[in-house]
């Protein structure tokens, strides 16, 4: 099975902060990685899709890059709303395995 | 306007079946594969299965903690995904999700729009 490793597992930041949310997976996935909010009751919201996709609807604050077994999800400027969980996700094989995720918090 | 909804969690006892429902609307449910995730509390999201559309047999794939007691069947007459789970363990115990799968030839199935999720409790 394919390992997902995010990193930071937690992070504190202000409105207006640039961040950045590492994935690394175990082998080599390409550009199969997907990045998701969660938010407490919420539906999860999918984000990026093939590694740099932005999904339908998602603002272009929100940026991913990388391929093989490094990626990051970027926040340019965190608005309030951004205060959440995020998970990258790999699709390149089975099982789907998902990251631990990291816990994007207000400072 | 894409809308999923979960149902059938509930209180079930280790070793009993329970079936989660997953209804859609404002979209071709047929042309789609259909996901499912869990959170258990506290926990981060695990891949359960899904299915796929009926062109590429709807076939299935699990995770290997449910394969052989979940299945994870569709019917498109009635835009309606399910779960079927069986043998329940305490373990299963989990916020149940059910998302769409997109497909792209070059990208494969990823998951665009979720549901609200379900509660699933195993106890005795």
């Known amino acids: 099975d394919i390992q997902m490793t995010q990193s930071p597992s937690s992070l504190s930041a202000s409105v207006g902060d640039r961040v950045t949310i590492t994935c690394r997976a175990s082998q080599g996935i390409s550009n199969f990685l997907a990045w998701f909010q969660v938010k407490p009751g919420k539906a999860p919201k999918s984000l990026i899709y093939a590694a740099s996709s932005l999904q339908t609807g998602v603002p272009s604050r929100f940026s991913g890059s990388g391929s093989g077994t490094d990626f990051t999800l970027t926040i340019s400027s965190l608005q309030p709303e951004d205060f959440a969980t995020y998970y990258c996700q790999h699709y390149s094989n089975y099982p789907r395995t998902f990251g631990q995720g990291t816990r994007l918090e207000i400072k | 306007e894409v809308q999923l909804v979960e149902s059938g969690g509930t209180l079930a006892q280790p070793g009993r079946s329970l079936r989660l429902s997953c209804t859609v609307s404002g979209f071709t449910f047929d042309v789609y594969a259909m996901n499912w995730v869990r959170q258990a509390p506290g926990k981060g999201l695990e891949w359960v299965g899904f299915?796929?559309?009926?062109?590429?047999?709807?076939?299935?794939e699990y995770a290997a903690s449910v394969k052989g007691r979940f299945t994870v069947s569709r019917d498109d007459s009635r835009s309606i995904a399910y779960l079927q789970m069986d043998s329940l363990k305490p373990e299963d115990t989990a916020i149940y999700y059910c998302s769409r799968l997109n497909y792209e030839d070059s990208n494969g199935y990823y998951p665009d729009y979720w549901g609200q999720g379900t509660l699933v409790t195993v106890s005795s």
């Open positions: 299915v796929r559309n009926k062109t590429y047999g709807a076939t299935t």
